[in-house]
């Protein structure tokens, strides 16, 4: 069976527990609308959005004005351009899940899949993701 958990407001749950990433990326900025199918699912992205490689080999995109706030350049380039970037150390809030489930990045956004085990997440107030158990083990921690 596999639960729906919309964008949830993880905040509020007595199980989620806060969580900090500490990553370098590798990101092209898009030229053009599109579509990158993550490992958990479609990701729609805009002109000028961040395409991420994480250091674990997934793939993602990140709306333009969030990845602003979210990063910063670490090899030299400007803002904005091609290049390694490192994720601002700001705390989630994550729940490992006990069964399968859907989460959705937004309320009526796209739909990712997780396995029983795999984190939702809520980055702020309707920015919610997914992340593997092997990839939230491999760059998340406890804050």
Request: charged share 25%; with cysteine; net charge negative.
């Amino acid at each position: 069976m596999t639960i729906h958990l919309g964008c949830p407001r993880l905040s509020l749950d007595p199980q989620a527990i806060r969580a900090v990433k500490d990553e370098v990326v590798s990101v092209v900025f898009a030229a053009a609308n599109g579509l990158l199918m993550s490992a958990v699912g479609p990701n729609h992205y805009g002109e000028g959005d961040a395409l991420i490689t994480g250091s674990t080999g997934d793939r993602w995109s990140v709306t333009r004005d969030r990845f602003d706030a979210k990063y910063r350049p670490v090899g030299g380039q400007a803002s904005g351009e091609d290049g390694p970037y490192r994720n601002i150390p700001v705390p989630i809030w994550a729940k490992r899940m006990r069964e399968a489930f859907t989460i959705e990045r937004h309320a009526g956004g796209d739909l990712l899949v997780g396995a029983a085990g795999d984190w939702a997440v809520e980055y702020a107030a309707d920015d919610c993701g997914l992340v593997a158990q092997d990839r939230f083990v491999a760059v998340y921690r406890q804050a």
